[in-house]
């Protein structure tokens, strides 16, 4: 287990903001938690109206994110942050940047409850379902992950975007089959598509979260590295 | 016209470190303007070798987005920068984000030219190339507007985004239609499909782009306001 104690300041004051802004990343995080679980629960439920109140709700994440960013600006500006501050205010910046953006593919999602499909393309709706489900968990376990700068935890989500892909691939392939087997069906179909395809999203997204927890906690840039190797840098 | 200056620092060595980093930010929007022009003429052209170097490319474009992250996360702490060279980090900090997933866009795009395709299809692909030219344009405009930080040029980038829109989903209208009379077509038009997205996207990205020239200039956020409000607040 790899942690980083972010809590030695000389003033007092500055820790309360680090405090505070870090808290204000965890109450956006848990919004988008909750709205992805709305968007999932809309479909499953065939729920018009959840699925309108998701669509609504992303202006709220809007605003978390504007005021994240203003929280971190102003911070560099008044307290000059140096080391493992600064690697933490960058990190916090970008990391609500894909959890804006996870929004987004939330509200995307959501749209798909506002169709009507009949009993065979409801099956189609489950392997959807599952795949929604693990992109959730993925969502908690890196905000998790970032709560406690566990660099092991966050290694694990970043593994785990692999089967998300798998996931994507299977659905995108049986929804292909069912398109080509029922053609009037393309332009309901392709919305289930385009869900599945912000739910792939929605795990890279959390992916690059973990990249950004590695970098506060080690001080490695592991970006775009390949698997084996950002492995390796996070453990040395 | 409105323009920013930003060529008034007491250290000149900070001017050139300033000056530097914003090089490297139009270094960076060169090579992928590049990667785009070459994945439309790939596919223009049926061109694999070339698809193929656009997809070796990105990782040159991953490298900058480190190497100008880092120079950015080097000055905040070196020099301590204050008011417009700290909202000129910032804005460069997320400009090359967005930057380096319009890189993305560009090589899911030149994928398509890996495809083969029969008359009727390479017609379809008349539509897709010129949405590609429109947003390939938006991407050197907004670069031009960065360069000179000039918010009526990030202003006109911001409103092309909704003809960019309004193309996505005509062609999405007429793959669909395709599909539809030529169920067996369907895997290969969604490749069509998906790259049509990603236009869609870079059109977005460059809007990102254009509202944090407005921050950077006028020092407002104008993320998520709708395009009234946003015109009203750059112009005041």
Same sequence: chains 1, 2.
Avoid at 91 to 113: C, F, H, N, Q, Y
Wanted: charged letters at 30%; glycine letters at 2%; one cysteine or more.
């Amino acid at each position: 287990m790899d942690k980083m104690n972010l809590t030695k300041h000389i003033s007092s004051q500055f820790n309360e903001e680090i405090e505070q802004v870090r808290n204000h990343v965890m109450a956006m995080g848990g919004l988008i938690e909750q709205q992805l679980a709305d968007a999932l629960n809309a479909i499953a439920s065939s729920d018009a109206e959840l699925a309108r109140q998701v669509i609504a709700n992303d202006l709220k994440v809007n605003d978390w994110e504007i005021k994240i960013d203003h929280e971190c600006t102003r911070i560099i500006a008044k307290r000059q942050p140096a080391a493992s501050d600064l690697r933490l205010i960058m990190a916090i910046i970008k990391t609500i940047s894909d959890l804006e953006r996870i929004g987004d593919e939330a509200e995307r999602i959501a749209k798909v409850a506002l169709e009507s499909f009949n009993s065979a393309q409801q099956d189609l709706l489950v392997n959807l379902d599952n795949m929604g489900r693990h992109v959730a968990q993925m969502l908690h376990d890196v905000l998790d992950a970032f709560a406690r700068m566990d660099v092991e935890a966050a290694l694990a989500v970043h593994r785990e975007d692999r089967k998300v892909d798998r996931e994507y691939e299977a659905i995108t392939r049986q929804l292909m089959t069912y398109m080509m087997e029922d053609p009037r069906s393309i332009p309901k179909i392709m919305n289930v598509l385009w869900s599945a395809r912000s739910m792939e999203r929605i795990g890279d997204r959390c992916k690059n979260v973990a990249e950004y927890i590695v970098f506060l906690v080690k001080g490695k840039d592991v970006r775009h590295a390949d698997d084996e190797k950002l492995e390796q840098d996070a453990r040395s």
